[in-house]
Protein backbone atom coordinates (compact mmCIF):
# COMPACT_ATOMS: atom_id res chain seq x y z
CA UNK A 1 0.00 0.00 0.00
CA UNK A 2 2.47 2.40 0.86
CA UNK A 3 4.39 1.85 -2.61
CA UNK A 4 1.46 2.94 -4.52
CA UNK A 5 2.53 5.83 -6.56
CA UNK A 6 -0.10 8.98 -6.98
CA UNK A 7 -2.07 9.16 -10.18
CA UNK A 8 -3.07 12.46 -10.48
CA UNK A 9 -2.30 14.74 -13.50
CA UNK A 10 -1.26 18.64 -13.70
CA UNK A 11 -3.19 19.68 -17.02
CA UNK A 12 -4.90 22.05 -19.10
CA UNK A 13 -8.65 21.89 -19.28
CA UNK A 14 -10.93 23.90 -21.41
CA UNK A 15 -14.67 25.62 -19.93
CA UNK A 16 -17.19 23.94 -22.42
CA UNK A 17 -20.33 25.62 -20.94
CA UNK A 18 -21.04 27.24 -17.88
CA UNK A 19 -24.41 29.11 -16.71
CA UNK A 20 -26.87 29.71 -13.82
CA UNK A 21 -28.59 26.40 -11.89
CA UNK A 22 -30.65 28.33 -9.45
CA UNK A 23 -30.14 29.80 -5.97
CA UNK A 24 -27.32 31.87 -6.96
CA UNK A 25 -25.10 28.64 -7.98
CA UNK A 26 -23.15 27.79 -11.37
CA UNK A 27 -22.93 24.87 -13.13
CA UNK A 28 -19.72 24.46 -14.95
CA UNK A 29 -18.46 22.31 -17.67
CA UNK A 30 -14.80 21.76 -18.76
CA UNK A 31 -13.25 19.61 -20.99
CA UNK A 32 -9.59 18.11 -20.32
CA UNK A 33 -7.38 15.27 -21.95
CA UNK A 34 -5.97 12.49 -21.19
CA UNK A 35 -4.00 11.38 -19.17
CA UNK A 36 -6.40 13.08 -16.37
CA UNK A 37 -7.70 9.76 -15.60
CA UNK A 38 -12.05 9.83 -14.85
CA UNK A 39 -12.50 10.90 -11.49
CA UNK A 40 -15.00 8.76 -9.06
CA UNK A 41 -17.91 10.27 -7.05
CA UNK A 42 -16.44 11.99 -4.33
CA UNK A 43 -13.24 12.71 -5.83
CA UNK A 44 -11.98 16.60 -6.44
CA UNK A 45 -9.79 18.58 -8.40
CA UNK A 46 -7.68 21.39 -7.77
CA UNK A 47 -9.08 24.06 -10.22
CA UNK A 48 -6.75 27.55 -10.81
CA UNK A 49 -7.84 30.26 -13.32
CA UNK A 50 -5.10 31.57 -15.56
CA UNK A 51 -3.11 34.24 -14.51
CA UNK A 52 -4.96 37.34 -15.76
CA UNK A 53 -8.03 36.53 -14.81
CA UNK A 54 -7.00 35.23 -10.87
CA UNK A 55 -7.21 37.74 -7.82
CA UNK A 56 -6.28 34.46 -5.31
CA UNK A 57 -3.38 32.56 -4.84
CA UNK A 58 -4.40 29.05 -4.29
CA UNK A 59 -5.54 26.55 -6.46
CA UNK A 60 -9.71 25.92 -5.46
CA UNK A 61 -10.75 22.24 -4.55
CA UNK A 62 -13.77 21.36 -6.33
CA UNK A 63 -15.84 18.31 -6.30
CA UNK A 64 -16.60 16.85 -9.17
CA UNK A 65 -20.41 16.79 -10.00
CA UNK A 66 -20.71 14.45 -13.32
CA UNK A 67 -18.17 12.79 -15.50
CA UNK A 68 -18.80 12.31 -19.72
CA UNK A 69 -16.37 11.25 -22.26
CA UNK A 70 -16.44 12.73 -25.71
CA UNK A 71 -14.21 12.47 -28.34
CA UNK A 72 -11.60 11.00 -26.68
CA UNK A 73 -11.52 13.95 -24.11
CA UNK A 74 -13.39 13.64 -20.60
CA UNK A 75 -16.26 16.61 -19.90
CA UNK A 76 -16.35 17.23 -15.96
CA UNK A 77 -19.30 19.09 -13.94
CA UNK A 78 -18.84 20.96 -11.36
CA UNK A 79 -21.40 22.74 -9.05
CA UNK A 80 -20.21 25.87 -7.17
CA UNK A 81 -21.95 28.80 -5.13
CA UNK A 82 -19.96 32.24 -6.47
CA UNK A 83 -19.34 33.49 -3.07
CA UNK A 84 -15.73 34.35 -2.54
CA UNK A 85 -13.09 36.53 -5.05
CA UNK A 86 -11.90 33.27 -6.81
CA UNK A 87 -15.17 31.36 -7.53
CA UNK A 88 -16.92 35.17 -8.28
CA UNK A 89 -14.02 35.09 -11.02
CA UNK A 90 -14.45 31.44 -12.08
CA UNK A 91 -17.91 32.64 -12.68
CA UNK A 92 -16.88 34.92 -14.95
CA UNK A 93 -15.22 32.69 -17.60
CA UNK A 94 -17.01 31.69 -20.68
CA UNK A 95 -16.11 28.89 -23.32
CA UNK A 96 -13.46 28.64 -24.20
CA UNK A 97 -11.40 30.36 -21.44
CA UNK A 98 -8.77 27.96 -19.89
CA UNK A 99 -8.08 26.43 -16.35
CA UNK A 100 -5.62 24.87 -14.66
CA UNK A 101 -6.43 21.09 -13.08
CA UNK A 102 -4.59 18.82 -11.02
CA UNK A 103 -6.57 15.80 -10.21
CA UNK A 104 -8.20 13.25 -9.60
CA UNK A 105 -7.29 13.69 -6.11
CA UNK A 106 -8.32 12.32 -3.11
CA UNK A 107 -10.56 9.37 -2.35
CA UNK A 108 -13.74 8.80 -3.15
CA UNK A 109 -17.19 7.04 -1.99
CA UNK A 110 -16.85 2.92 -1.80
CA UNK A 111 -20.15 2.61 -3.91
CA UNK A 112 -19.12 -1.17 -4.04
CA UNK A 113 -19.74 -1.61 -0.31
CA UNK A 114 -22.24 -4.23 0.57
CA UNK A 115 -25.86 -3.12 1.17
CA UNK A 116 -28.37 -1.17 -0.04
CA UNK A 117 -26.45 2.74 -1.14
CA UNK A 118 -28.75 5.54 0.52
CA UNK A 119 -26.98 8.60 -0.67
CA UNK A 120 -27.54 11.86 1.30
CA UNK A 121 -26.98 15.25 0.47
CA UNK A 122 -27.36 18.92 1.96
CA UNK A 123 -27.56 21.98 -0.18
CA UNK A 124 -24.87 22.15 -2.91
CA UNK A 125 -23.77 18.87 -1.40
CA UNK A 126 -26.07 17.23 -3.83
CA UNK A 127 -23.58 17.68 -6.54
CA UNK A 128 -21.38 14.41 -6.14
CA UNK A 129 -24.01 12.64 -4.81
CA UNK A 130 -25.71 12.86 -8.06
CA UNK A 131 -22.69 11.80 -9.80
CA UNK A 132 -22.77 9.07 -7.43
CA UNK A 133 -26.15 8.26 -8.30
CA UNK A 134 -24.80 8.27 -12.29
CA UNK A 135 -22.07 5.47 -11.65
CA UNK A 136 -24.81 3.06 -9.22
CA UNK A 137 -27.17 3.32 -11.91
CA UNK A 138 -24.31 2.08 -14.58
CA UNK A 139 -23.56 -0.62 -12.50
CA UNK A 140 -27.35 -1.14 -12.01
CA UNK A 141 -27.10 -1.66 -15.89
CA UNK A 142 -24.42 -3.49 -16.75
CA UNK A 143 -26.05 -6.54 -14.48
CA UNK A 144 -24.46 -6.17 -11.22
CA UNK A 145 -26.67 -6.67 -8.27
CA UNK A 146 -29.52 -4.38 -8.37
CA UNK A 147 -28.60 -1.39 -6.42
CA UNK A 148 -31.41 1.40 -6.81
CA UNK A 149 -30.06 4.44 -6.45
CA UNK A 150 -31.98 6.36 -3.38
CA UNK A 151 -31.45 10.46 -3.07
CA UNK A 152 -32.25 12.17 0.40
CA UNK A 153 -31.90 15.44 -0.26
CA UNK A 154 -32.28 18.23 2.93
CA UNK A 155 -31.35 21.56 3.08
CA UNK A 156 -32.74 25.01 4.70
CA UNK A 157 -35.95 26.00 2.62
CA UNK A 158 -36.96 25.39 -1.16
CA UNK A 159 -34.83 27.90 -2.79
CA UNK A 160 -31.39 26.06 -1.31
CA UNK A 161 -32.12 22.68 -2.99
CA UNK A 162 -29.56 23.50 -5.94
CA UNK A 163 -30.58 21.98 -9.06
CA UNK A 164 -33.52 20.46 -7.93
CA UNK A 165 -35.13 20.08 -11.29
CA UNK A 166 -32.02 18.18 -12.30
CA UNK A 167 -31.98 15.94 -9.86
CA UNK A 168 -35.75 14.94 -10.22
CA UNK A 169 -35.12 14.47 -13.70
CA UNK A 170 -31.24 12.49 -13.50
CA UNK A 171 -32.86 10.14 -10.97
CA UNK A 172 -36.01 9.73 -13.06
CA UNK A 173 -33.67 8.58 -15.66
CA UNK A 174 -31.66 6.67 -13.92
CA UNK A 175 -35.05 4.92 -12.25
CA UNK A 176 -33.97 5.78 -9.05
CA UNK A 177 -35.90 7.34 -6.14
CA UNK A 178 -35.66 11.04 -4.57
CA UNK A 179 -37.06 12.20 -1.16
CA UNK A 180 -36.71 16.04 -0.33
CA UNK A 181 -37.12 17.68 3.15
CA UNK A 182 -36.46 21.17 4.28
CA UNK A 183 -36.22 22.57 7.84
CA UNK A 184 -38.80 25.35 7.27
CA UNK A 185 -41.19 22.64 5.67
CA UNK A 186 -41.10 24.73 1.89
CA UNK A 187 -40.60 21.74 0.06
CA UNK A 188 -41.18 18.29 1.20
CA UNK A 189 -41.55 17.19 5.26
CA UNK A 190 -40.14 19.68 7.96
CA UNK A 191 -37.00 17.74 9.24
CA UNK A 192 -33.80 17.42 8.17
CA UNK A 193 -31.66 14.53 6.26
CA UNK A 194 -31.24 12.75 9.82
CA UNK A 195 -35.25 12.90 10.04
CA UNK A 196 -36.31 12.04 7.13
CA UNK A 197 -33.69 9.18 6.94
CA UNK A 198 -35.44 7.64 10.07
CA UNK A 199 -38.88 8.21 8.14
CA UNK A 200 -37.83 6.45 4.37
CA UNK A 201 -35.63 3.60 5.76
CA UNK A 202 -38.62 1.46 7.10
CA UNK A 203 -39.44 1.28 3.07
CA UNK A 204 -35.71 0.10 1.88
CA UNK A 205 -34.56 -3.54 1.75
CA UNK A 206 -31.43 -4.19 4.46
CA UNK A 207 -28.75 -3.88 5.54
CA UNK A 208 -28.11 -0.26 4.32
CA UNK A 209 -24.91 1.87 3.32
CA UNK A 210 -24.62 5.90 3.51
CA UNK A 211 -23.05 7.96 1.23
CA UNK A 212 -23.41 11.78 2.37
CA UNK A 213 -22.39 15.34 0.90
CA UNK A 214 -22.72 18.75 2.80
CA UNK A 215 -22.44 20.67 5.59
CA UNK A 216 -19.89 19.56 8.50
CA UNK A 217 -22.94 19.90 10.66
CA UNK A 218 -25.32 17.80 8.55
CA UNK A 219 -22.57 15.11 8.60
CA UNK A 220 -21.47 14.70 11.78
CA UNK A 221 -25.60 14.24 12.50
CA UNK A 222 -25.35 11.53 9.80
CA UNK A 223 -22.14 10.10 11.05
CA UNK A 224 -23.72 10.14 14.58
CA UNK A 225 -26.94 8.52 13.95
CA UNK A 226 -25.08 6.05 11.89
CA UNK A 227 -22.61 5.01 14.58
CA UNK A 228 -25.57 4.56 16.79
CA UNK A 229 -27.51 2.29 15.04
CA UNK A 230 -24.54 0.46 13.03
CA UNK A 231 -24.80 1.33 10.38
CA UNK A 232 -21.76 1.81 7.84
CA UNK A 233 -21.38 5.17 6.71
CA UNK A 234 -19.10 7.35 4.15
CA UNK A 235 -18.80 11.32 4.38
CA UNK A 236 -17.05 13.90 2.15
CA UNK A 237 -15.60 16.50 3.98
CA UNK A 238 -14.48 19.87 3.55
CA UNK A 239 -11.27 21.61 4.51
CA UNK A 240 -8.86 24.84 3.76
CA UNK A 241 -6.35 23.17 1.36
CA UNK A 242 -3.44 24.99 0.00
CA UNK A 243 -1.61 21.67 -2.28
CA UNK A 244 -4.29 19.25 -2.20
CA UNK A 245 -1.73 16.51 -2.97
CA UNK A 246 -0.55 15.31 1.01
CA UNK A 247 2.37 17.43 0.42
CA UNK A 248 1.71 20.62 2.22
CA UNK A 249 -0.03 18.84 5.07
CA UNK A 250 -2.59 21.76 5.28
CA UNK A 251 -6.07 19.91 5.66
CA UNK A 252 -5.93 17.80 8.87
CA UNK A 253 -8.68 16.45 10.44
CA UNK A 254 -9.00 14.50 13.78
CA UNK A 255 -9.03 10.95 14.09
CA UNK A 256 -11.16 9.24 16.36
CA UNK A 257 -9.57 7.11 19.06
CA UNK A 258 -10.48 3.78 17.69
CA UNK A 259 -8.71 5.27 14.37
CA UNK A 260 -5.66 6.34 16.60
CA UNK A 261 -5.38 2.91 18.13
CA UNK A 262 -5.93 1.18 14.93
CA UNK A 263 -3.12 3.46 12.40
CA UNK A 264 0.13 1.63 11.74
CA UNK A 265 2.72 3.92 10.88
CA UNK A 266 4.80 1.55 8.83
CA UNK A 267 2.06 0.35 6.60
CA UNK A 268 0.21 4.04 6.25
CA UNK A 269 1.23 6.07 3.23
CA UNK A 270 3.23 9.03 4.35
CA UNK A 271 1.18 10.79 2.03
CA UNK A 272 -2.22 10.23 4.70
CA UNK A 273 -2.47 11.77 7.92
CA UNK A 274 -0.21 10.09 10.93
CA UNK A 275 -1.47 8.92 13.98
CA UNK A 276 -3.53 12.18 15.35
CA UNK A 277 -4.95 13.80 12.11
CA UNK A 278 -6.27 12.07 8.41
CA UNK A 279 -5.12 14.24 5.94
CA UNK A 280 -8.21 15.74 4.32
CA UNK A 281 -6.29 15.84 0.58
CA UNK A 282 -5.30 12.22 0.28
CA UNK A 283 -7.28 9.86 2.65
CA UNK A 284 -10.66 11.60 1.90
CA UNK A 285 -12.05 13.71 1.19
CA UNK A 286 -14.60 10.73 1.54
CA UNK A 287 -13.88 9.19 5.12
CA UNK A 288 -15.95 6.33 7.46
CA UNK A 289 -18.18 7.97 10.11
CA UNK A 290 -15.92 5.68 12.78
CA UNK A 291 -12.58 7.05 11.54
CA UNK A 292 -13.47 10.83 12.41
CA UNK A 293 -13.55 12.39 16.19
CA UNK A 294 -16.73 14.08 14.99
CA UNK A 295 -16.51 15.92 18.56
CA UNK A 296 -13.64 18.20 17.36
CA UNK A 297 -14.93 18.74 13.62
CA UNK A 298 -15.98 22.31 13.45
CA UNK B 1 22.84 46.18 -20.02
CA UNK B 2 24.25 49.83 -20.49
CA UNK B 3 23.31 50.36 -23.74
CA UNK B 4 26.41 48.01 -24.65
CA UNK B 5 25.68 46.08 -28.00
CA UNK B 6 24.23 42.29 -26.46
CA UNK B 7 26.16 39.00 -27.41
CA UNK B 8 23.74 36.83 -29.10
CA UNK B 9 23.60 33.59 -26.32
CA UNK B 10 21.30 30.76 -27.53
CA UNK B 11 19.27 29.56 -24.88
CA UNK B 12 20.75 26.38 -24.71
CA UNK B 13 24.54 27.20 -24.23
CA UNK B 14 23.46 29.19 -20.95
CA UNK B 15 25.39 28.03 -18.10
CA UNK B 16 23.37 27.71 -15.17
CA UNK B 17 25.66 25.90 -12.97
CA UNK B 18 26.48 26.96 -9.46
CA UNK B 19 28.45 26.06 -6.13
CA UNK B 20 27.11 25.99 -2.46
CA UNK B 21 30.49 25.14 -0.84
CA UNK B 22 30.78 21.49 -1.63
CA UNK B 23 27.34 21.05 -3.21
CA UNK B 24 27.61 21.53 -6.85
CA UNK B 25 23.73 22.06 -8.52
CA UNK B 26 23.23 21.69 -12.33
CA UNK B 27 21.41 25.64 -12.41
CA UNK B 28 20.48 27.47 -9.20
CA UNK B 29 16.77 26.40 -8.34
CA UNK B 30 15.48 24.30 -5.41
CA UNK B 31 12.21 23.31 -4.01
CA UNK B 32 11.64 24.66 -0.52
CA UNK B 33 11.55 22.94 2.42
CA UNK B 34 8.00 21.95 3.38
CA UNK B 35 6.59 22.48 0.07
CA UNK B 36 8.10 19.25 -2.01
CA UNK B 37 7.24 16.57 0.43
CA UNK B 38 10.71 14.36 0.47
CA UNK B 39 11.76 14.69 -2.66
CA UNK B 40 9.64 11.48 -4.58
CA UNK B 41 5.90 13.00 -3.90
CA UNK B 42 6.19 14.93 -7.06
CA UNK B 43 8.31 12.59 -8.88
CA UNK B 44 5.41 11.73 -11.16
CA UNK B 45 4.56 15.01 -12.72
CA UNK B 46 7.67 16.69 -12.31
CA UNK B 47 11.22 15.71 -13.36
CA UNK B 48 13.30 16.03 -10.63
CA UNK B 49 16.65 15.46 -11.99
CA UNK B 50 16.09 18.96 -13.88
CA UNK B 51 15.81 20.95 -10.93
CA UNK B 52 18.84 22.20 -9.33
CA UNK B 53 18.24 20.60 -6.26
CA UNK B 54 14.98 19.16 -3.51
CA UNK B 55 14.84 20.29 -0.35
CA UNK B 56 13.42 17.90 1.82
CA UNK B 57 10.53 18.45 4.57
CA UNK B 58 12.26 19.26 8.00
CA UNK B 59 13.37 15.66 9.42
CA UNK B 60 12.91 15.72 13.39
CA UNK B 61 14.36 12.33 15.52
CA UNK B 62 10.97 11.24 16.27
CA UNK B 63 7.64 12.13 14.69
CA UNK B 64 5.46 15.49 14.67
CA UNK B 65 2.17 15.16 14.10
CA UNK B 66 1.86 18.97 13.68
CA UNK B 67 -0.32 21.36 14.63
CA UNK B 68 -4.52 21.42 15.19
CA UNK B 69 -6.49 22.82 12.53
CA UNK B 70 -6.31 25.60 10.78
CA UNK B 71 -2.90 25.19 9.49
CA UNK B 72 -3.71 27.32 6.15
CA UNK B 73 -5.21 30.96 5.42
CA UNK B 74 -5.16 32.49 2.20
CA UNK B 75 -4.37 36.27 2.52
CA UNK B 76 -3.88 38.91 0.25
CA UNK B 77 -1.24 37.75 -1.85
CA UNK B 78 -0.04 35.08 0.00
CA UNK B 79 -0.80 32.48 2.48
CA UNK B 80 -0.59 31.68 6.18
CA UNK B 81 0.71 28.30 7.44
CA UNK B 82 0.68 26.47 10.99
CA UNK B 83 1.71 23.18 10.03
CA UNK B 84 4.09 22.92 13.39
CA UNK B 85 6.86 20.31 11.60
CA UNK B 86 4.73 17.82 10.91
CA UNK B 87 7.10 14.85 9.88
CA UNK B 88 7.76 11.22 9.35
CA UNK B 89 10.94 11.07 11.70
CA UNK B 90 14.30 10.15 10.93
CA UNK B 91 13.71 6.47 11.11
CA UNK B 92 10.99 6.37 8.87
CA UNK B 93 13.10 9.16 6.55
CA UNK B 94 15.95 6.49 6.56
CA UNK B 95 14.05 3.15 5.95
CA UNK B 96 11.23 4.44 3.50
CA UNK B 97 12.44 7.99 1.88
CA UNK B 98 16.47 7.22 1.51
CA UNK B 99 15.67 4.47 -0.86
CA UNK B 100 13.65 6.27 -3.27
CA UNK B 101 15.68 9.56 -3.20
CA UNK B 102 19.05 7.10 -4.28
CA UNK B 103 16.60 5.59 -6.54
CA UNK B 104 15.44 8.88 -7.92
CA UNK B 105 18.60 10.43 -8.50
CA UNK B 106 17.98 14.10 -7.69
CA UNK B 107 20.55 16.45 -5.72
CA UNK B 108 18.78 16.22 -2.82
CA UNK B 109 19.29 18.31 0.31
CA UNK B 110 17.56 17.44 3.65
CA UNK B 111 16.30 19.89 6.25
CA UNK B 112 16.86 19.00 9.83
CA UNK B 113 14.77 19.88 13.26
CA UNK B 114 16.27 20.32 16.28
CA UNK B 115 15.37 21.96 19.41
CA UNK B 116 18.55 21.90 20.67
CA UNK B 117 22.18 21.85 19.03
CA UNK B 118 22.33 18.17 20.74
CA UNK B 119 19.30 16.97 18.52
CA UNK B 120 20.85 18.12 15.78
CA UNK B 121 24.09 16.44 16.29
CA UNK B 122 22.60 13.27 16.39
CA UNK B 123 20.73 13.55 13.37
CA UNK B 124 23.61 14.88 11.28
CA UNK B 125 25.90 11.96 13.01
CA UNK B 126 23.28 9.48 11.53
CA UNK B 127 22.72 10.72 8.20
CA UNK B 128 25.96 13.06 7.42
CA UNK B 129 27.62 10.55 5.66
CA UNK B 130 24.63 9.13 4.01
CA UNK B 131 25.99 9.02 -0.09
CA UNK B 132 22.43 9.65 -1.13
CA UNK B 133 22.01 13.14 0.45
CA UNK B 134 23.98 16.13 -1.43
CA UNK B 135 23.51 18.69 1.58
CA UNK B 136 22.10 19.40 4.82
CA UNK B 137 19.73 22.47 5.35
CA UNK B 138 19.45 23.52 8.91
CA UNK B 139 16.18 24.85 10.25
CA UNK B 140 16.83 27.59 12.02
CA UNK B 141 13.49 29.45 11.31
CA UNK B 142 10.87 27.89 11.92
CA UNK B 143 7.89 29.93 13.21
CA UNK B 144 5.34 27.61 14.46
CA UNK B 145 6.73 25.64 17.47
CA UNK B 146 6.77 26.27 20.89
CA UNK B 147 10.16 25.10 21.08
CA UNK B 148 13.41 24.91 18.83
CA UNK B 149 11.93 27.48 16.45
CA UNK B 150 12.86 30.69 15.16
CA UNK B 151 13.30 32.85 18.66
CA UNK B 152 15.30 30.17 19.89
CA UNK B 153 17.75 30.01 17.00
CA UNK B 154 17.68 33.81 16.78
CA UNK B 155 21.02 34.29 18.66
CA UNK B 156 24.30 34.36 17.28
CA UNK B 157 26.41 32.84 19.19
CA UNK B 158 23.96 29.44 19.99
CA UNK B 159 24.15 29.72 15.84
CA UNK B 160 27.88 29.74 15.44
CA UNK B 161 28.64 27.14 18.82
CA UNK B 162 26.19 24.36 16.98
CA UNK B 163 27.33 25.21 13.44
CA UNK B 164 30.86 24.42 15.10
CA UNK B 165 29.50 21.46 16.72
CA UNK B 166 28.13 19.94 13.00
CA UNK B 167 30.59 20.71 10.84
CA UNK B 168 32.65 17.29 11.82
CA UNK B 169 30.46 15.05 11.56
CA UNK B 170 29.88 15.82 7.56
CA UNK B 171 31.67 16.16 4.24
CA UNK B 172 28.20 17.62 2.56
CA UNK B 173 27.42 21.24 2.29
CA UNK B 174 25.64 22.60 5.17
CA UNK B 175 23.22 25.70 4.74
CA UNK B 176 21.52 27.77 7.75
CA UNK B 177 18.14 28.73 6.97
CA UNK B 178 17.47 31.79 8.75
CA UNK B 179 14.03 33.87 10.11
CA UNK B 180 13.87 37.09 8.35
CA UNK B 181 11.65 38.01 12.06
CA UNK B 182 15.13 39.53 13.55
CA UNK B 183 16.84 42.75 14.60
CA UNK B 184 19.67 41.80 12.34
CA UNK B 185 19.61 38.79 9.90
CA UNK B 186 23.17 39.92 9.03
CA UNK B 187 24.45 39.62 12.55
CA UNK B 188 22.78 35.77 12.04
CA UNK B 189 24.46 34.87 8.82
CA UNK B 190 27.90 36.40 10.05
CA UNK B 191 27.76 33.43 12.63
CA UNK B 192 26.13 31.07 10.97
CA UNK B 193 29.81 31.78 8.71
CA UNK B 194 31.91 31.60 11.82
CA UNK B 195 30.70 28.39 13.02
CA UNK B 196 31.92 26.89 9.28
CA UNK B 197 28.09 27.15 7.57
CA UNK B 198 29.19 26.55 4.06
CA UNK B 199 26.02 29.02 2.80
CA UNK B 200 22.79 30.76 4.24
CA UNK B 201 19.00 30.54 3.33
CA UNK B 202 17.27 33.77 3.75
CA UNK B 203 14.93 33.46 3.89
CA UNK B 204 11.94 31.62 6.44
CA UNK B 205 8.33 32.22 6.14
CA UNK B 206 7.60 35.82 8.64
CA UNK B 207 5.12 35.13 11.29
CA UNK B 208 1.65 36.69 10.21
CA UNK B 209 -2.03 36.93 11.47
CA UNK B 210 -5.42 36.89 10.24
CA UNK B 211 -8.53 37.00 12.62
CA UNK B 212 -11.90 35.08 11.85
CA UNK B 213 -14.60 38.28 12.96
CA UNK B 214 -17.48 35.76 13.17
CA UNK B 215 -15.78 33.38 15.36
CA UNK B 216 -13.10 36.49 17.12
CA UNK B 217 -10.26 33.91 17.08
CA UNK B 218 -7.73 33.45 15.46
CA UNK B 219 -7.76 31.85 11.71
CA UNK B 220 -5.52 29.58 12.43
CA UNK B 221 -5.34 26.59 15.17
CA UNK B 222 -2.32 28.96 17.05
CA UNK B 223 -2.37 32.39 16.95
CA UNK B 224 0.26 33.25 14.44
CA UNK B 225 1.98 31.70 11.28
CA UNK B 226 4.08 31.78 9.09
CA UNK B 227 3.47 34.35 6.01
CA UNK B 228 4.43 33.36 2.14
CA UNK B 229 4.03 33.38 -0.86
CA UNK B 230 4.05 37.24 -3.58
CA UNK B 231 2.90 39.23 -0.94
CA UNK B 232 6.21 38.96 1.55
CA UNK B 233 8.74 38.74 -1.92
CA UNK B 234 9.73 42.88 -1.54
CA UNK B 235 10.49 41.67 2.31
CA UNK B 236 12.27 38.84 1.62
CA UNK B 237 14.54 40.13 -1.10
CA UNK B 238 15.57 42.67 0.67
CA UNK B 239 17.25 40.04 3.66
CA UNK B 240 18.71 38.37 1.17
CA UNK B 241 20.13 41.30 -0.47
CA UNK B 242 21.51 42.25 3.26
CA UNK B 243 22.84 38.54 4.38
CA UNK B 244 24.45 39.03 0.63
CA UNK B 245 26.26 41.85 1.62
CA UNK B 246 27.02 40.55 5.30
CA UNK B 247 29.12 36.98 4.41
CA UNK B 248 31.37 35.79 1.73
CA UNK B 249 29.67 32.43 1.94
CA UNK B 250 26.85 31.63 -1.04
CA UNK B 251 23.28 32.91 -0.21
CA UNK B 252 19.97 31.24 -1.39
CA UNK B 253 17.14 33.42 -1.67
CA UNK B 254 13.99 32.52 -0.83
CA UNK B 255 10.56 34.20 -0.57
CA UNK B 256 7.67 34.86 -2.95
CA UNK B 257 9.44 33.39 -6.02
CA UNK B 258 6.71 32.90 -8.27
CA UNK B 259 7.97 33.35 -11.72
CA UNK B 260 11.82 33.60 -13.80
CA UNK B 261 12.04 37.68 -13.08
CA UNK B 262 11.73 36.88 -9.49
CA UNK B 263 14.30 34.36 -9.11
CA UNK B 264 16.37 37.37 -11.54
CA UNK B 265 15.82 39.55 -8.68
CA UNK B 266 17.20 37.40 -6.01
CA UNK B 267 20.14 36.15 -8.42
CA UNK B 268 20.89 39.84 -8.85
CA UNK B 269 21.48 41.12 -5.35
CA UNK B 270 23.37 38.76 -4.36
CA UNK B 271 21.90 34.78 -3.80
CA UNK B 272 23.87 32.28 -5.64
CA UNK B 273 20.67 30.43 -6.08
CA UNK B 274 16.71 30.24 -4.93
CA UNK B 275 14.16 28.36 -3.91
CA UNK B 276 10.63 27.85 -4.95
CA UNK B 277 8.20 27.10 -2.17
CA UNK B 278 4.50 28.44 -2.53
CA UNK B 279 4.48 28.18 -5.99
CA UNK B 280 4.71 24.75 -6.24
CA UNK B 281 1.25 24.54 -4.58
CA UNK B 282 -0.16 26.46 -7.19
CA UNK B 283 1.23 24.33 -10.01
CA UNK B 284 3.87 21.36 -9.10
CA UNK B 285 5.97 21.88 -12.11
CA UNK B 286 7.03 25.98 -10.91
CA UNK B 287 10.55 25.29 -10.42
CA UNK B 288 10.93 23.74 -13.62
CA UNK B 289 9.25 26.17 -15.27
CA UNK B 290 11.38 28.85 -13.44
CA UNK B 291 14.78 26.93 -14.67
CA UNK B 292 13.30 27.39 -18.02
CA UNK B 293 12.31 30.81 -18.07
CA UNK B 294 16.01 31.80 -16.31
CA UNK B 295 17.95 30.02 -19.41
CA UNK B 296 15.25 31.84 -21.74
CA UNK B 297 16.20 35.40 -19.61
CA UNK B 298 19.50 35.03 -19.50
CA UNK B 299 19.56 34.25 -23.01
CA UNK B 300 17.99 37.45 -23.96
CA UNK B 301 20.17 39.39 -21.76
CA UNK B 302 23.19 38.12 -23.47
CA UNK B 303 24.31 36.44 -20.29
CA UNK B 304 25.62 33.09 -21.18
CA UNK B 305 26.41 32.09 -17.63
CA UNK B 306 24.25 33.04 -14.51
CA UNK B 307 27.43 32.84 -12.28
CA UNK B 308 28.00 36.44 -14.62
CA UNK B 309 24.02 37.72 -13.14
CA UNK B 310 25.25 36.40 -9.80
CA UNK B 311 25.20 39.15 -7.65
CA UNK B 312 25.06 42.20 -9.85
CA UNK B 313 23.57 44.72 -7.61
CA UNK B 314 24.74 43.66 -4.29
CA UNK B 315 28.37 45.18 -3.85
CA UNK B 316 26.91 48.82 -3.00
CA UNK B 317 24.28 50.16 -1.21
CA UNK B 318 21.32 49.86 -3.96
CA UNK B 319 20.80 53.53 -4.46
CA UNK B 320 20.15 56.00 -7.38
CA UNK B 321 23.34 55.36 -9.77
CA UNK B 322 24.13 52.23 -8.14
CA UNK B 323 22.79 49.91 -10.54
CA UNK B 324 26.66 49.58 -12.05
CA UNK B 325 27.62 46.18 -12.52
CA UNK B 326 29.81 44.76 -9.80
CA UNK B 327 32.41 41.67 -9.44
CA UNK B 328 31.05 39.13 -7.82
CA UNK B 329 32.40 38.23 -4.43
CA UNK B 330 30.39 35.30 -3.85
CA UNK B 331 32.23 31.61 -4.26
CA UNK B 332 30.30 29.88 -6.45
CA UNK B 333 32.30 28.38 -9.39
Known sequence: ?298 | MNGRARRSVPVGAVDLAVRIGPLRLRNPVLTASGTFGYGDEYAHVVDVKALGGVVTKTITLEPRSGNPPGRIVETVGGMLNSIGLENVGLERFRREKLPRLRALGATVVVSLGGETPAELERLLGLLGRERAIAGFELNFSCPNVAKGGARYWAVPRRLERTLARLRPLTKQALIAKLSPDVTSIGDLARACEQGGADGVTACNTFVGMAVDLTRLRSRLGRATGGLSGPAIKPLALARCHEVARAVRIPVIGSGGIMDARDALEYLAVGASAVQVGTATFLQPDAALRIVTGLRAALAARGIGSVREWNGVLCGEPLGEGSAAKVPSRRRTR
Open chain 1, 1 to 298: MSAARPVWRQSRARVVRQDDHGAGHRWLELEVKPPFAPPRPGQFVQLRLPSVANPVLLPRPMSVASVARSRGALRLGFLYAPIGLGTRALAGLGAGSEVELLGPLGRGFPLDHSGTPVLLAGGRGVAPMLFAADVLARRTRSGRAPRPAVLLFGARGRAQLVGLEDAHRRLATLGGRLHVCTEDGSAGPRGNVVQLLERVTPGLAGPLVLHACGPHTMLRAVALWSLEHGVPAFLAMESMMACGTGVCRGCPLPRSARARAAYDPVSAPSLHGNREWAMCCTEGPVFAAEDLDWEHIS
